[in-house]
């Protein structure tokens, strides 16, 4: 089960978001994508979940193209989440964690009984549920995205710079419980992000995108030792100040 890209173009105006994009999202992998602002990555996350369409080319999700006919299905696949959390205000912890529960049918004791679980994954407090996310810390929001994102147990996940506006410790052990839980659950992930010590820390792969095409992709020595394109050993160092990269030599 994959997500597959083939010869994917998107546009927006005179902008290409995407440009003959071409790639698969193996089963069981994460996969962290990686570039500059504008580049293209939150813009693939978001046509793997239908909330634009490209404008040509071929998306495959689990073999299935998605089109209008069959989103609902495909989308209960797919969990996503989003910086900051994107939860809705007026509704308590609980009620948004359980939103897509409720809509697809389940009955109270199976939606209580996946949250007690996704709660003890999460490592989240039990005593928040009641509270509504503008009560909650930056981390603590984020926990309860994840929360929801993962309620209908789905095959395919999606975080589009989950960490991106935490403070550097609520960071750091958030990146430690969320590797864990990708290590756990064995799910097919897609992660963006802009930092190259966060992608390093959580990829199984990464892709580095520029101007909506894939530049280089492997993982970090690959970065290192054998650059394809002189963007790639610039990326590299316009970081490397702040980064120790342990697997370098």
Known sequence: MSISFQKVTKSFDDTVALKNFSFEFKKGQTSVLIGSSGCGKSTLLRLVVGLIKHDSGTILIDNQAPVKSNLPFLRKKIGYVIQEGGLFPHLTTKENVSLMAGYTGWDEKKTNDRMNELIRLT???????????????????QRVSLMRALM???????????????????????Q??????????????ILVTHDLHEAVF???????????????????????????????????????SEINFSNEN
């Open 123 to 141: 490592k989240f407090r039990e005593d928040l549920l009641d509270r509504y996310p503008s009560e909650l810390s930056g981390g603590q929001r």
């Open 152 to 174: 209908l147990e789905p095959e395919f996940l999606l975080l589009d710079e989950p960490l991106g506006s935490l403070d550097p410790l609520i960071r750091y052990d958030l």
């Open 176 to 189: 430690e419980d969320l590797k864990d839980i990708f290590e756990r659950l064995g799910k097919t992930v």
């Open 202 to 240: 959580f990829a199984d792969e990464i892709i580095l995108m520029r101007e909506g095409t894939i530049v280089q992709k492997g993982d970090i020595n690959e970065f290192l030792k054998s650059p394809s394109d002189p963007f790639v050993t610039k990326f590299i160092n316009a970081q490397r």
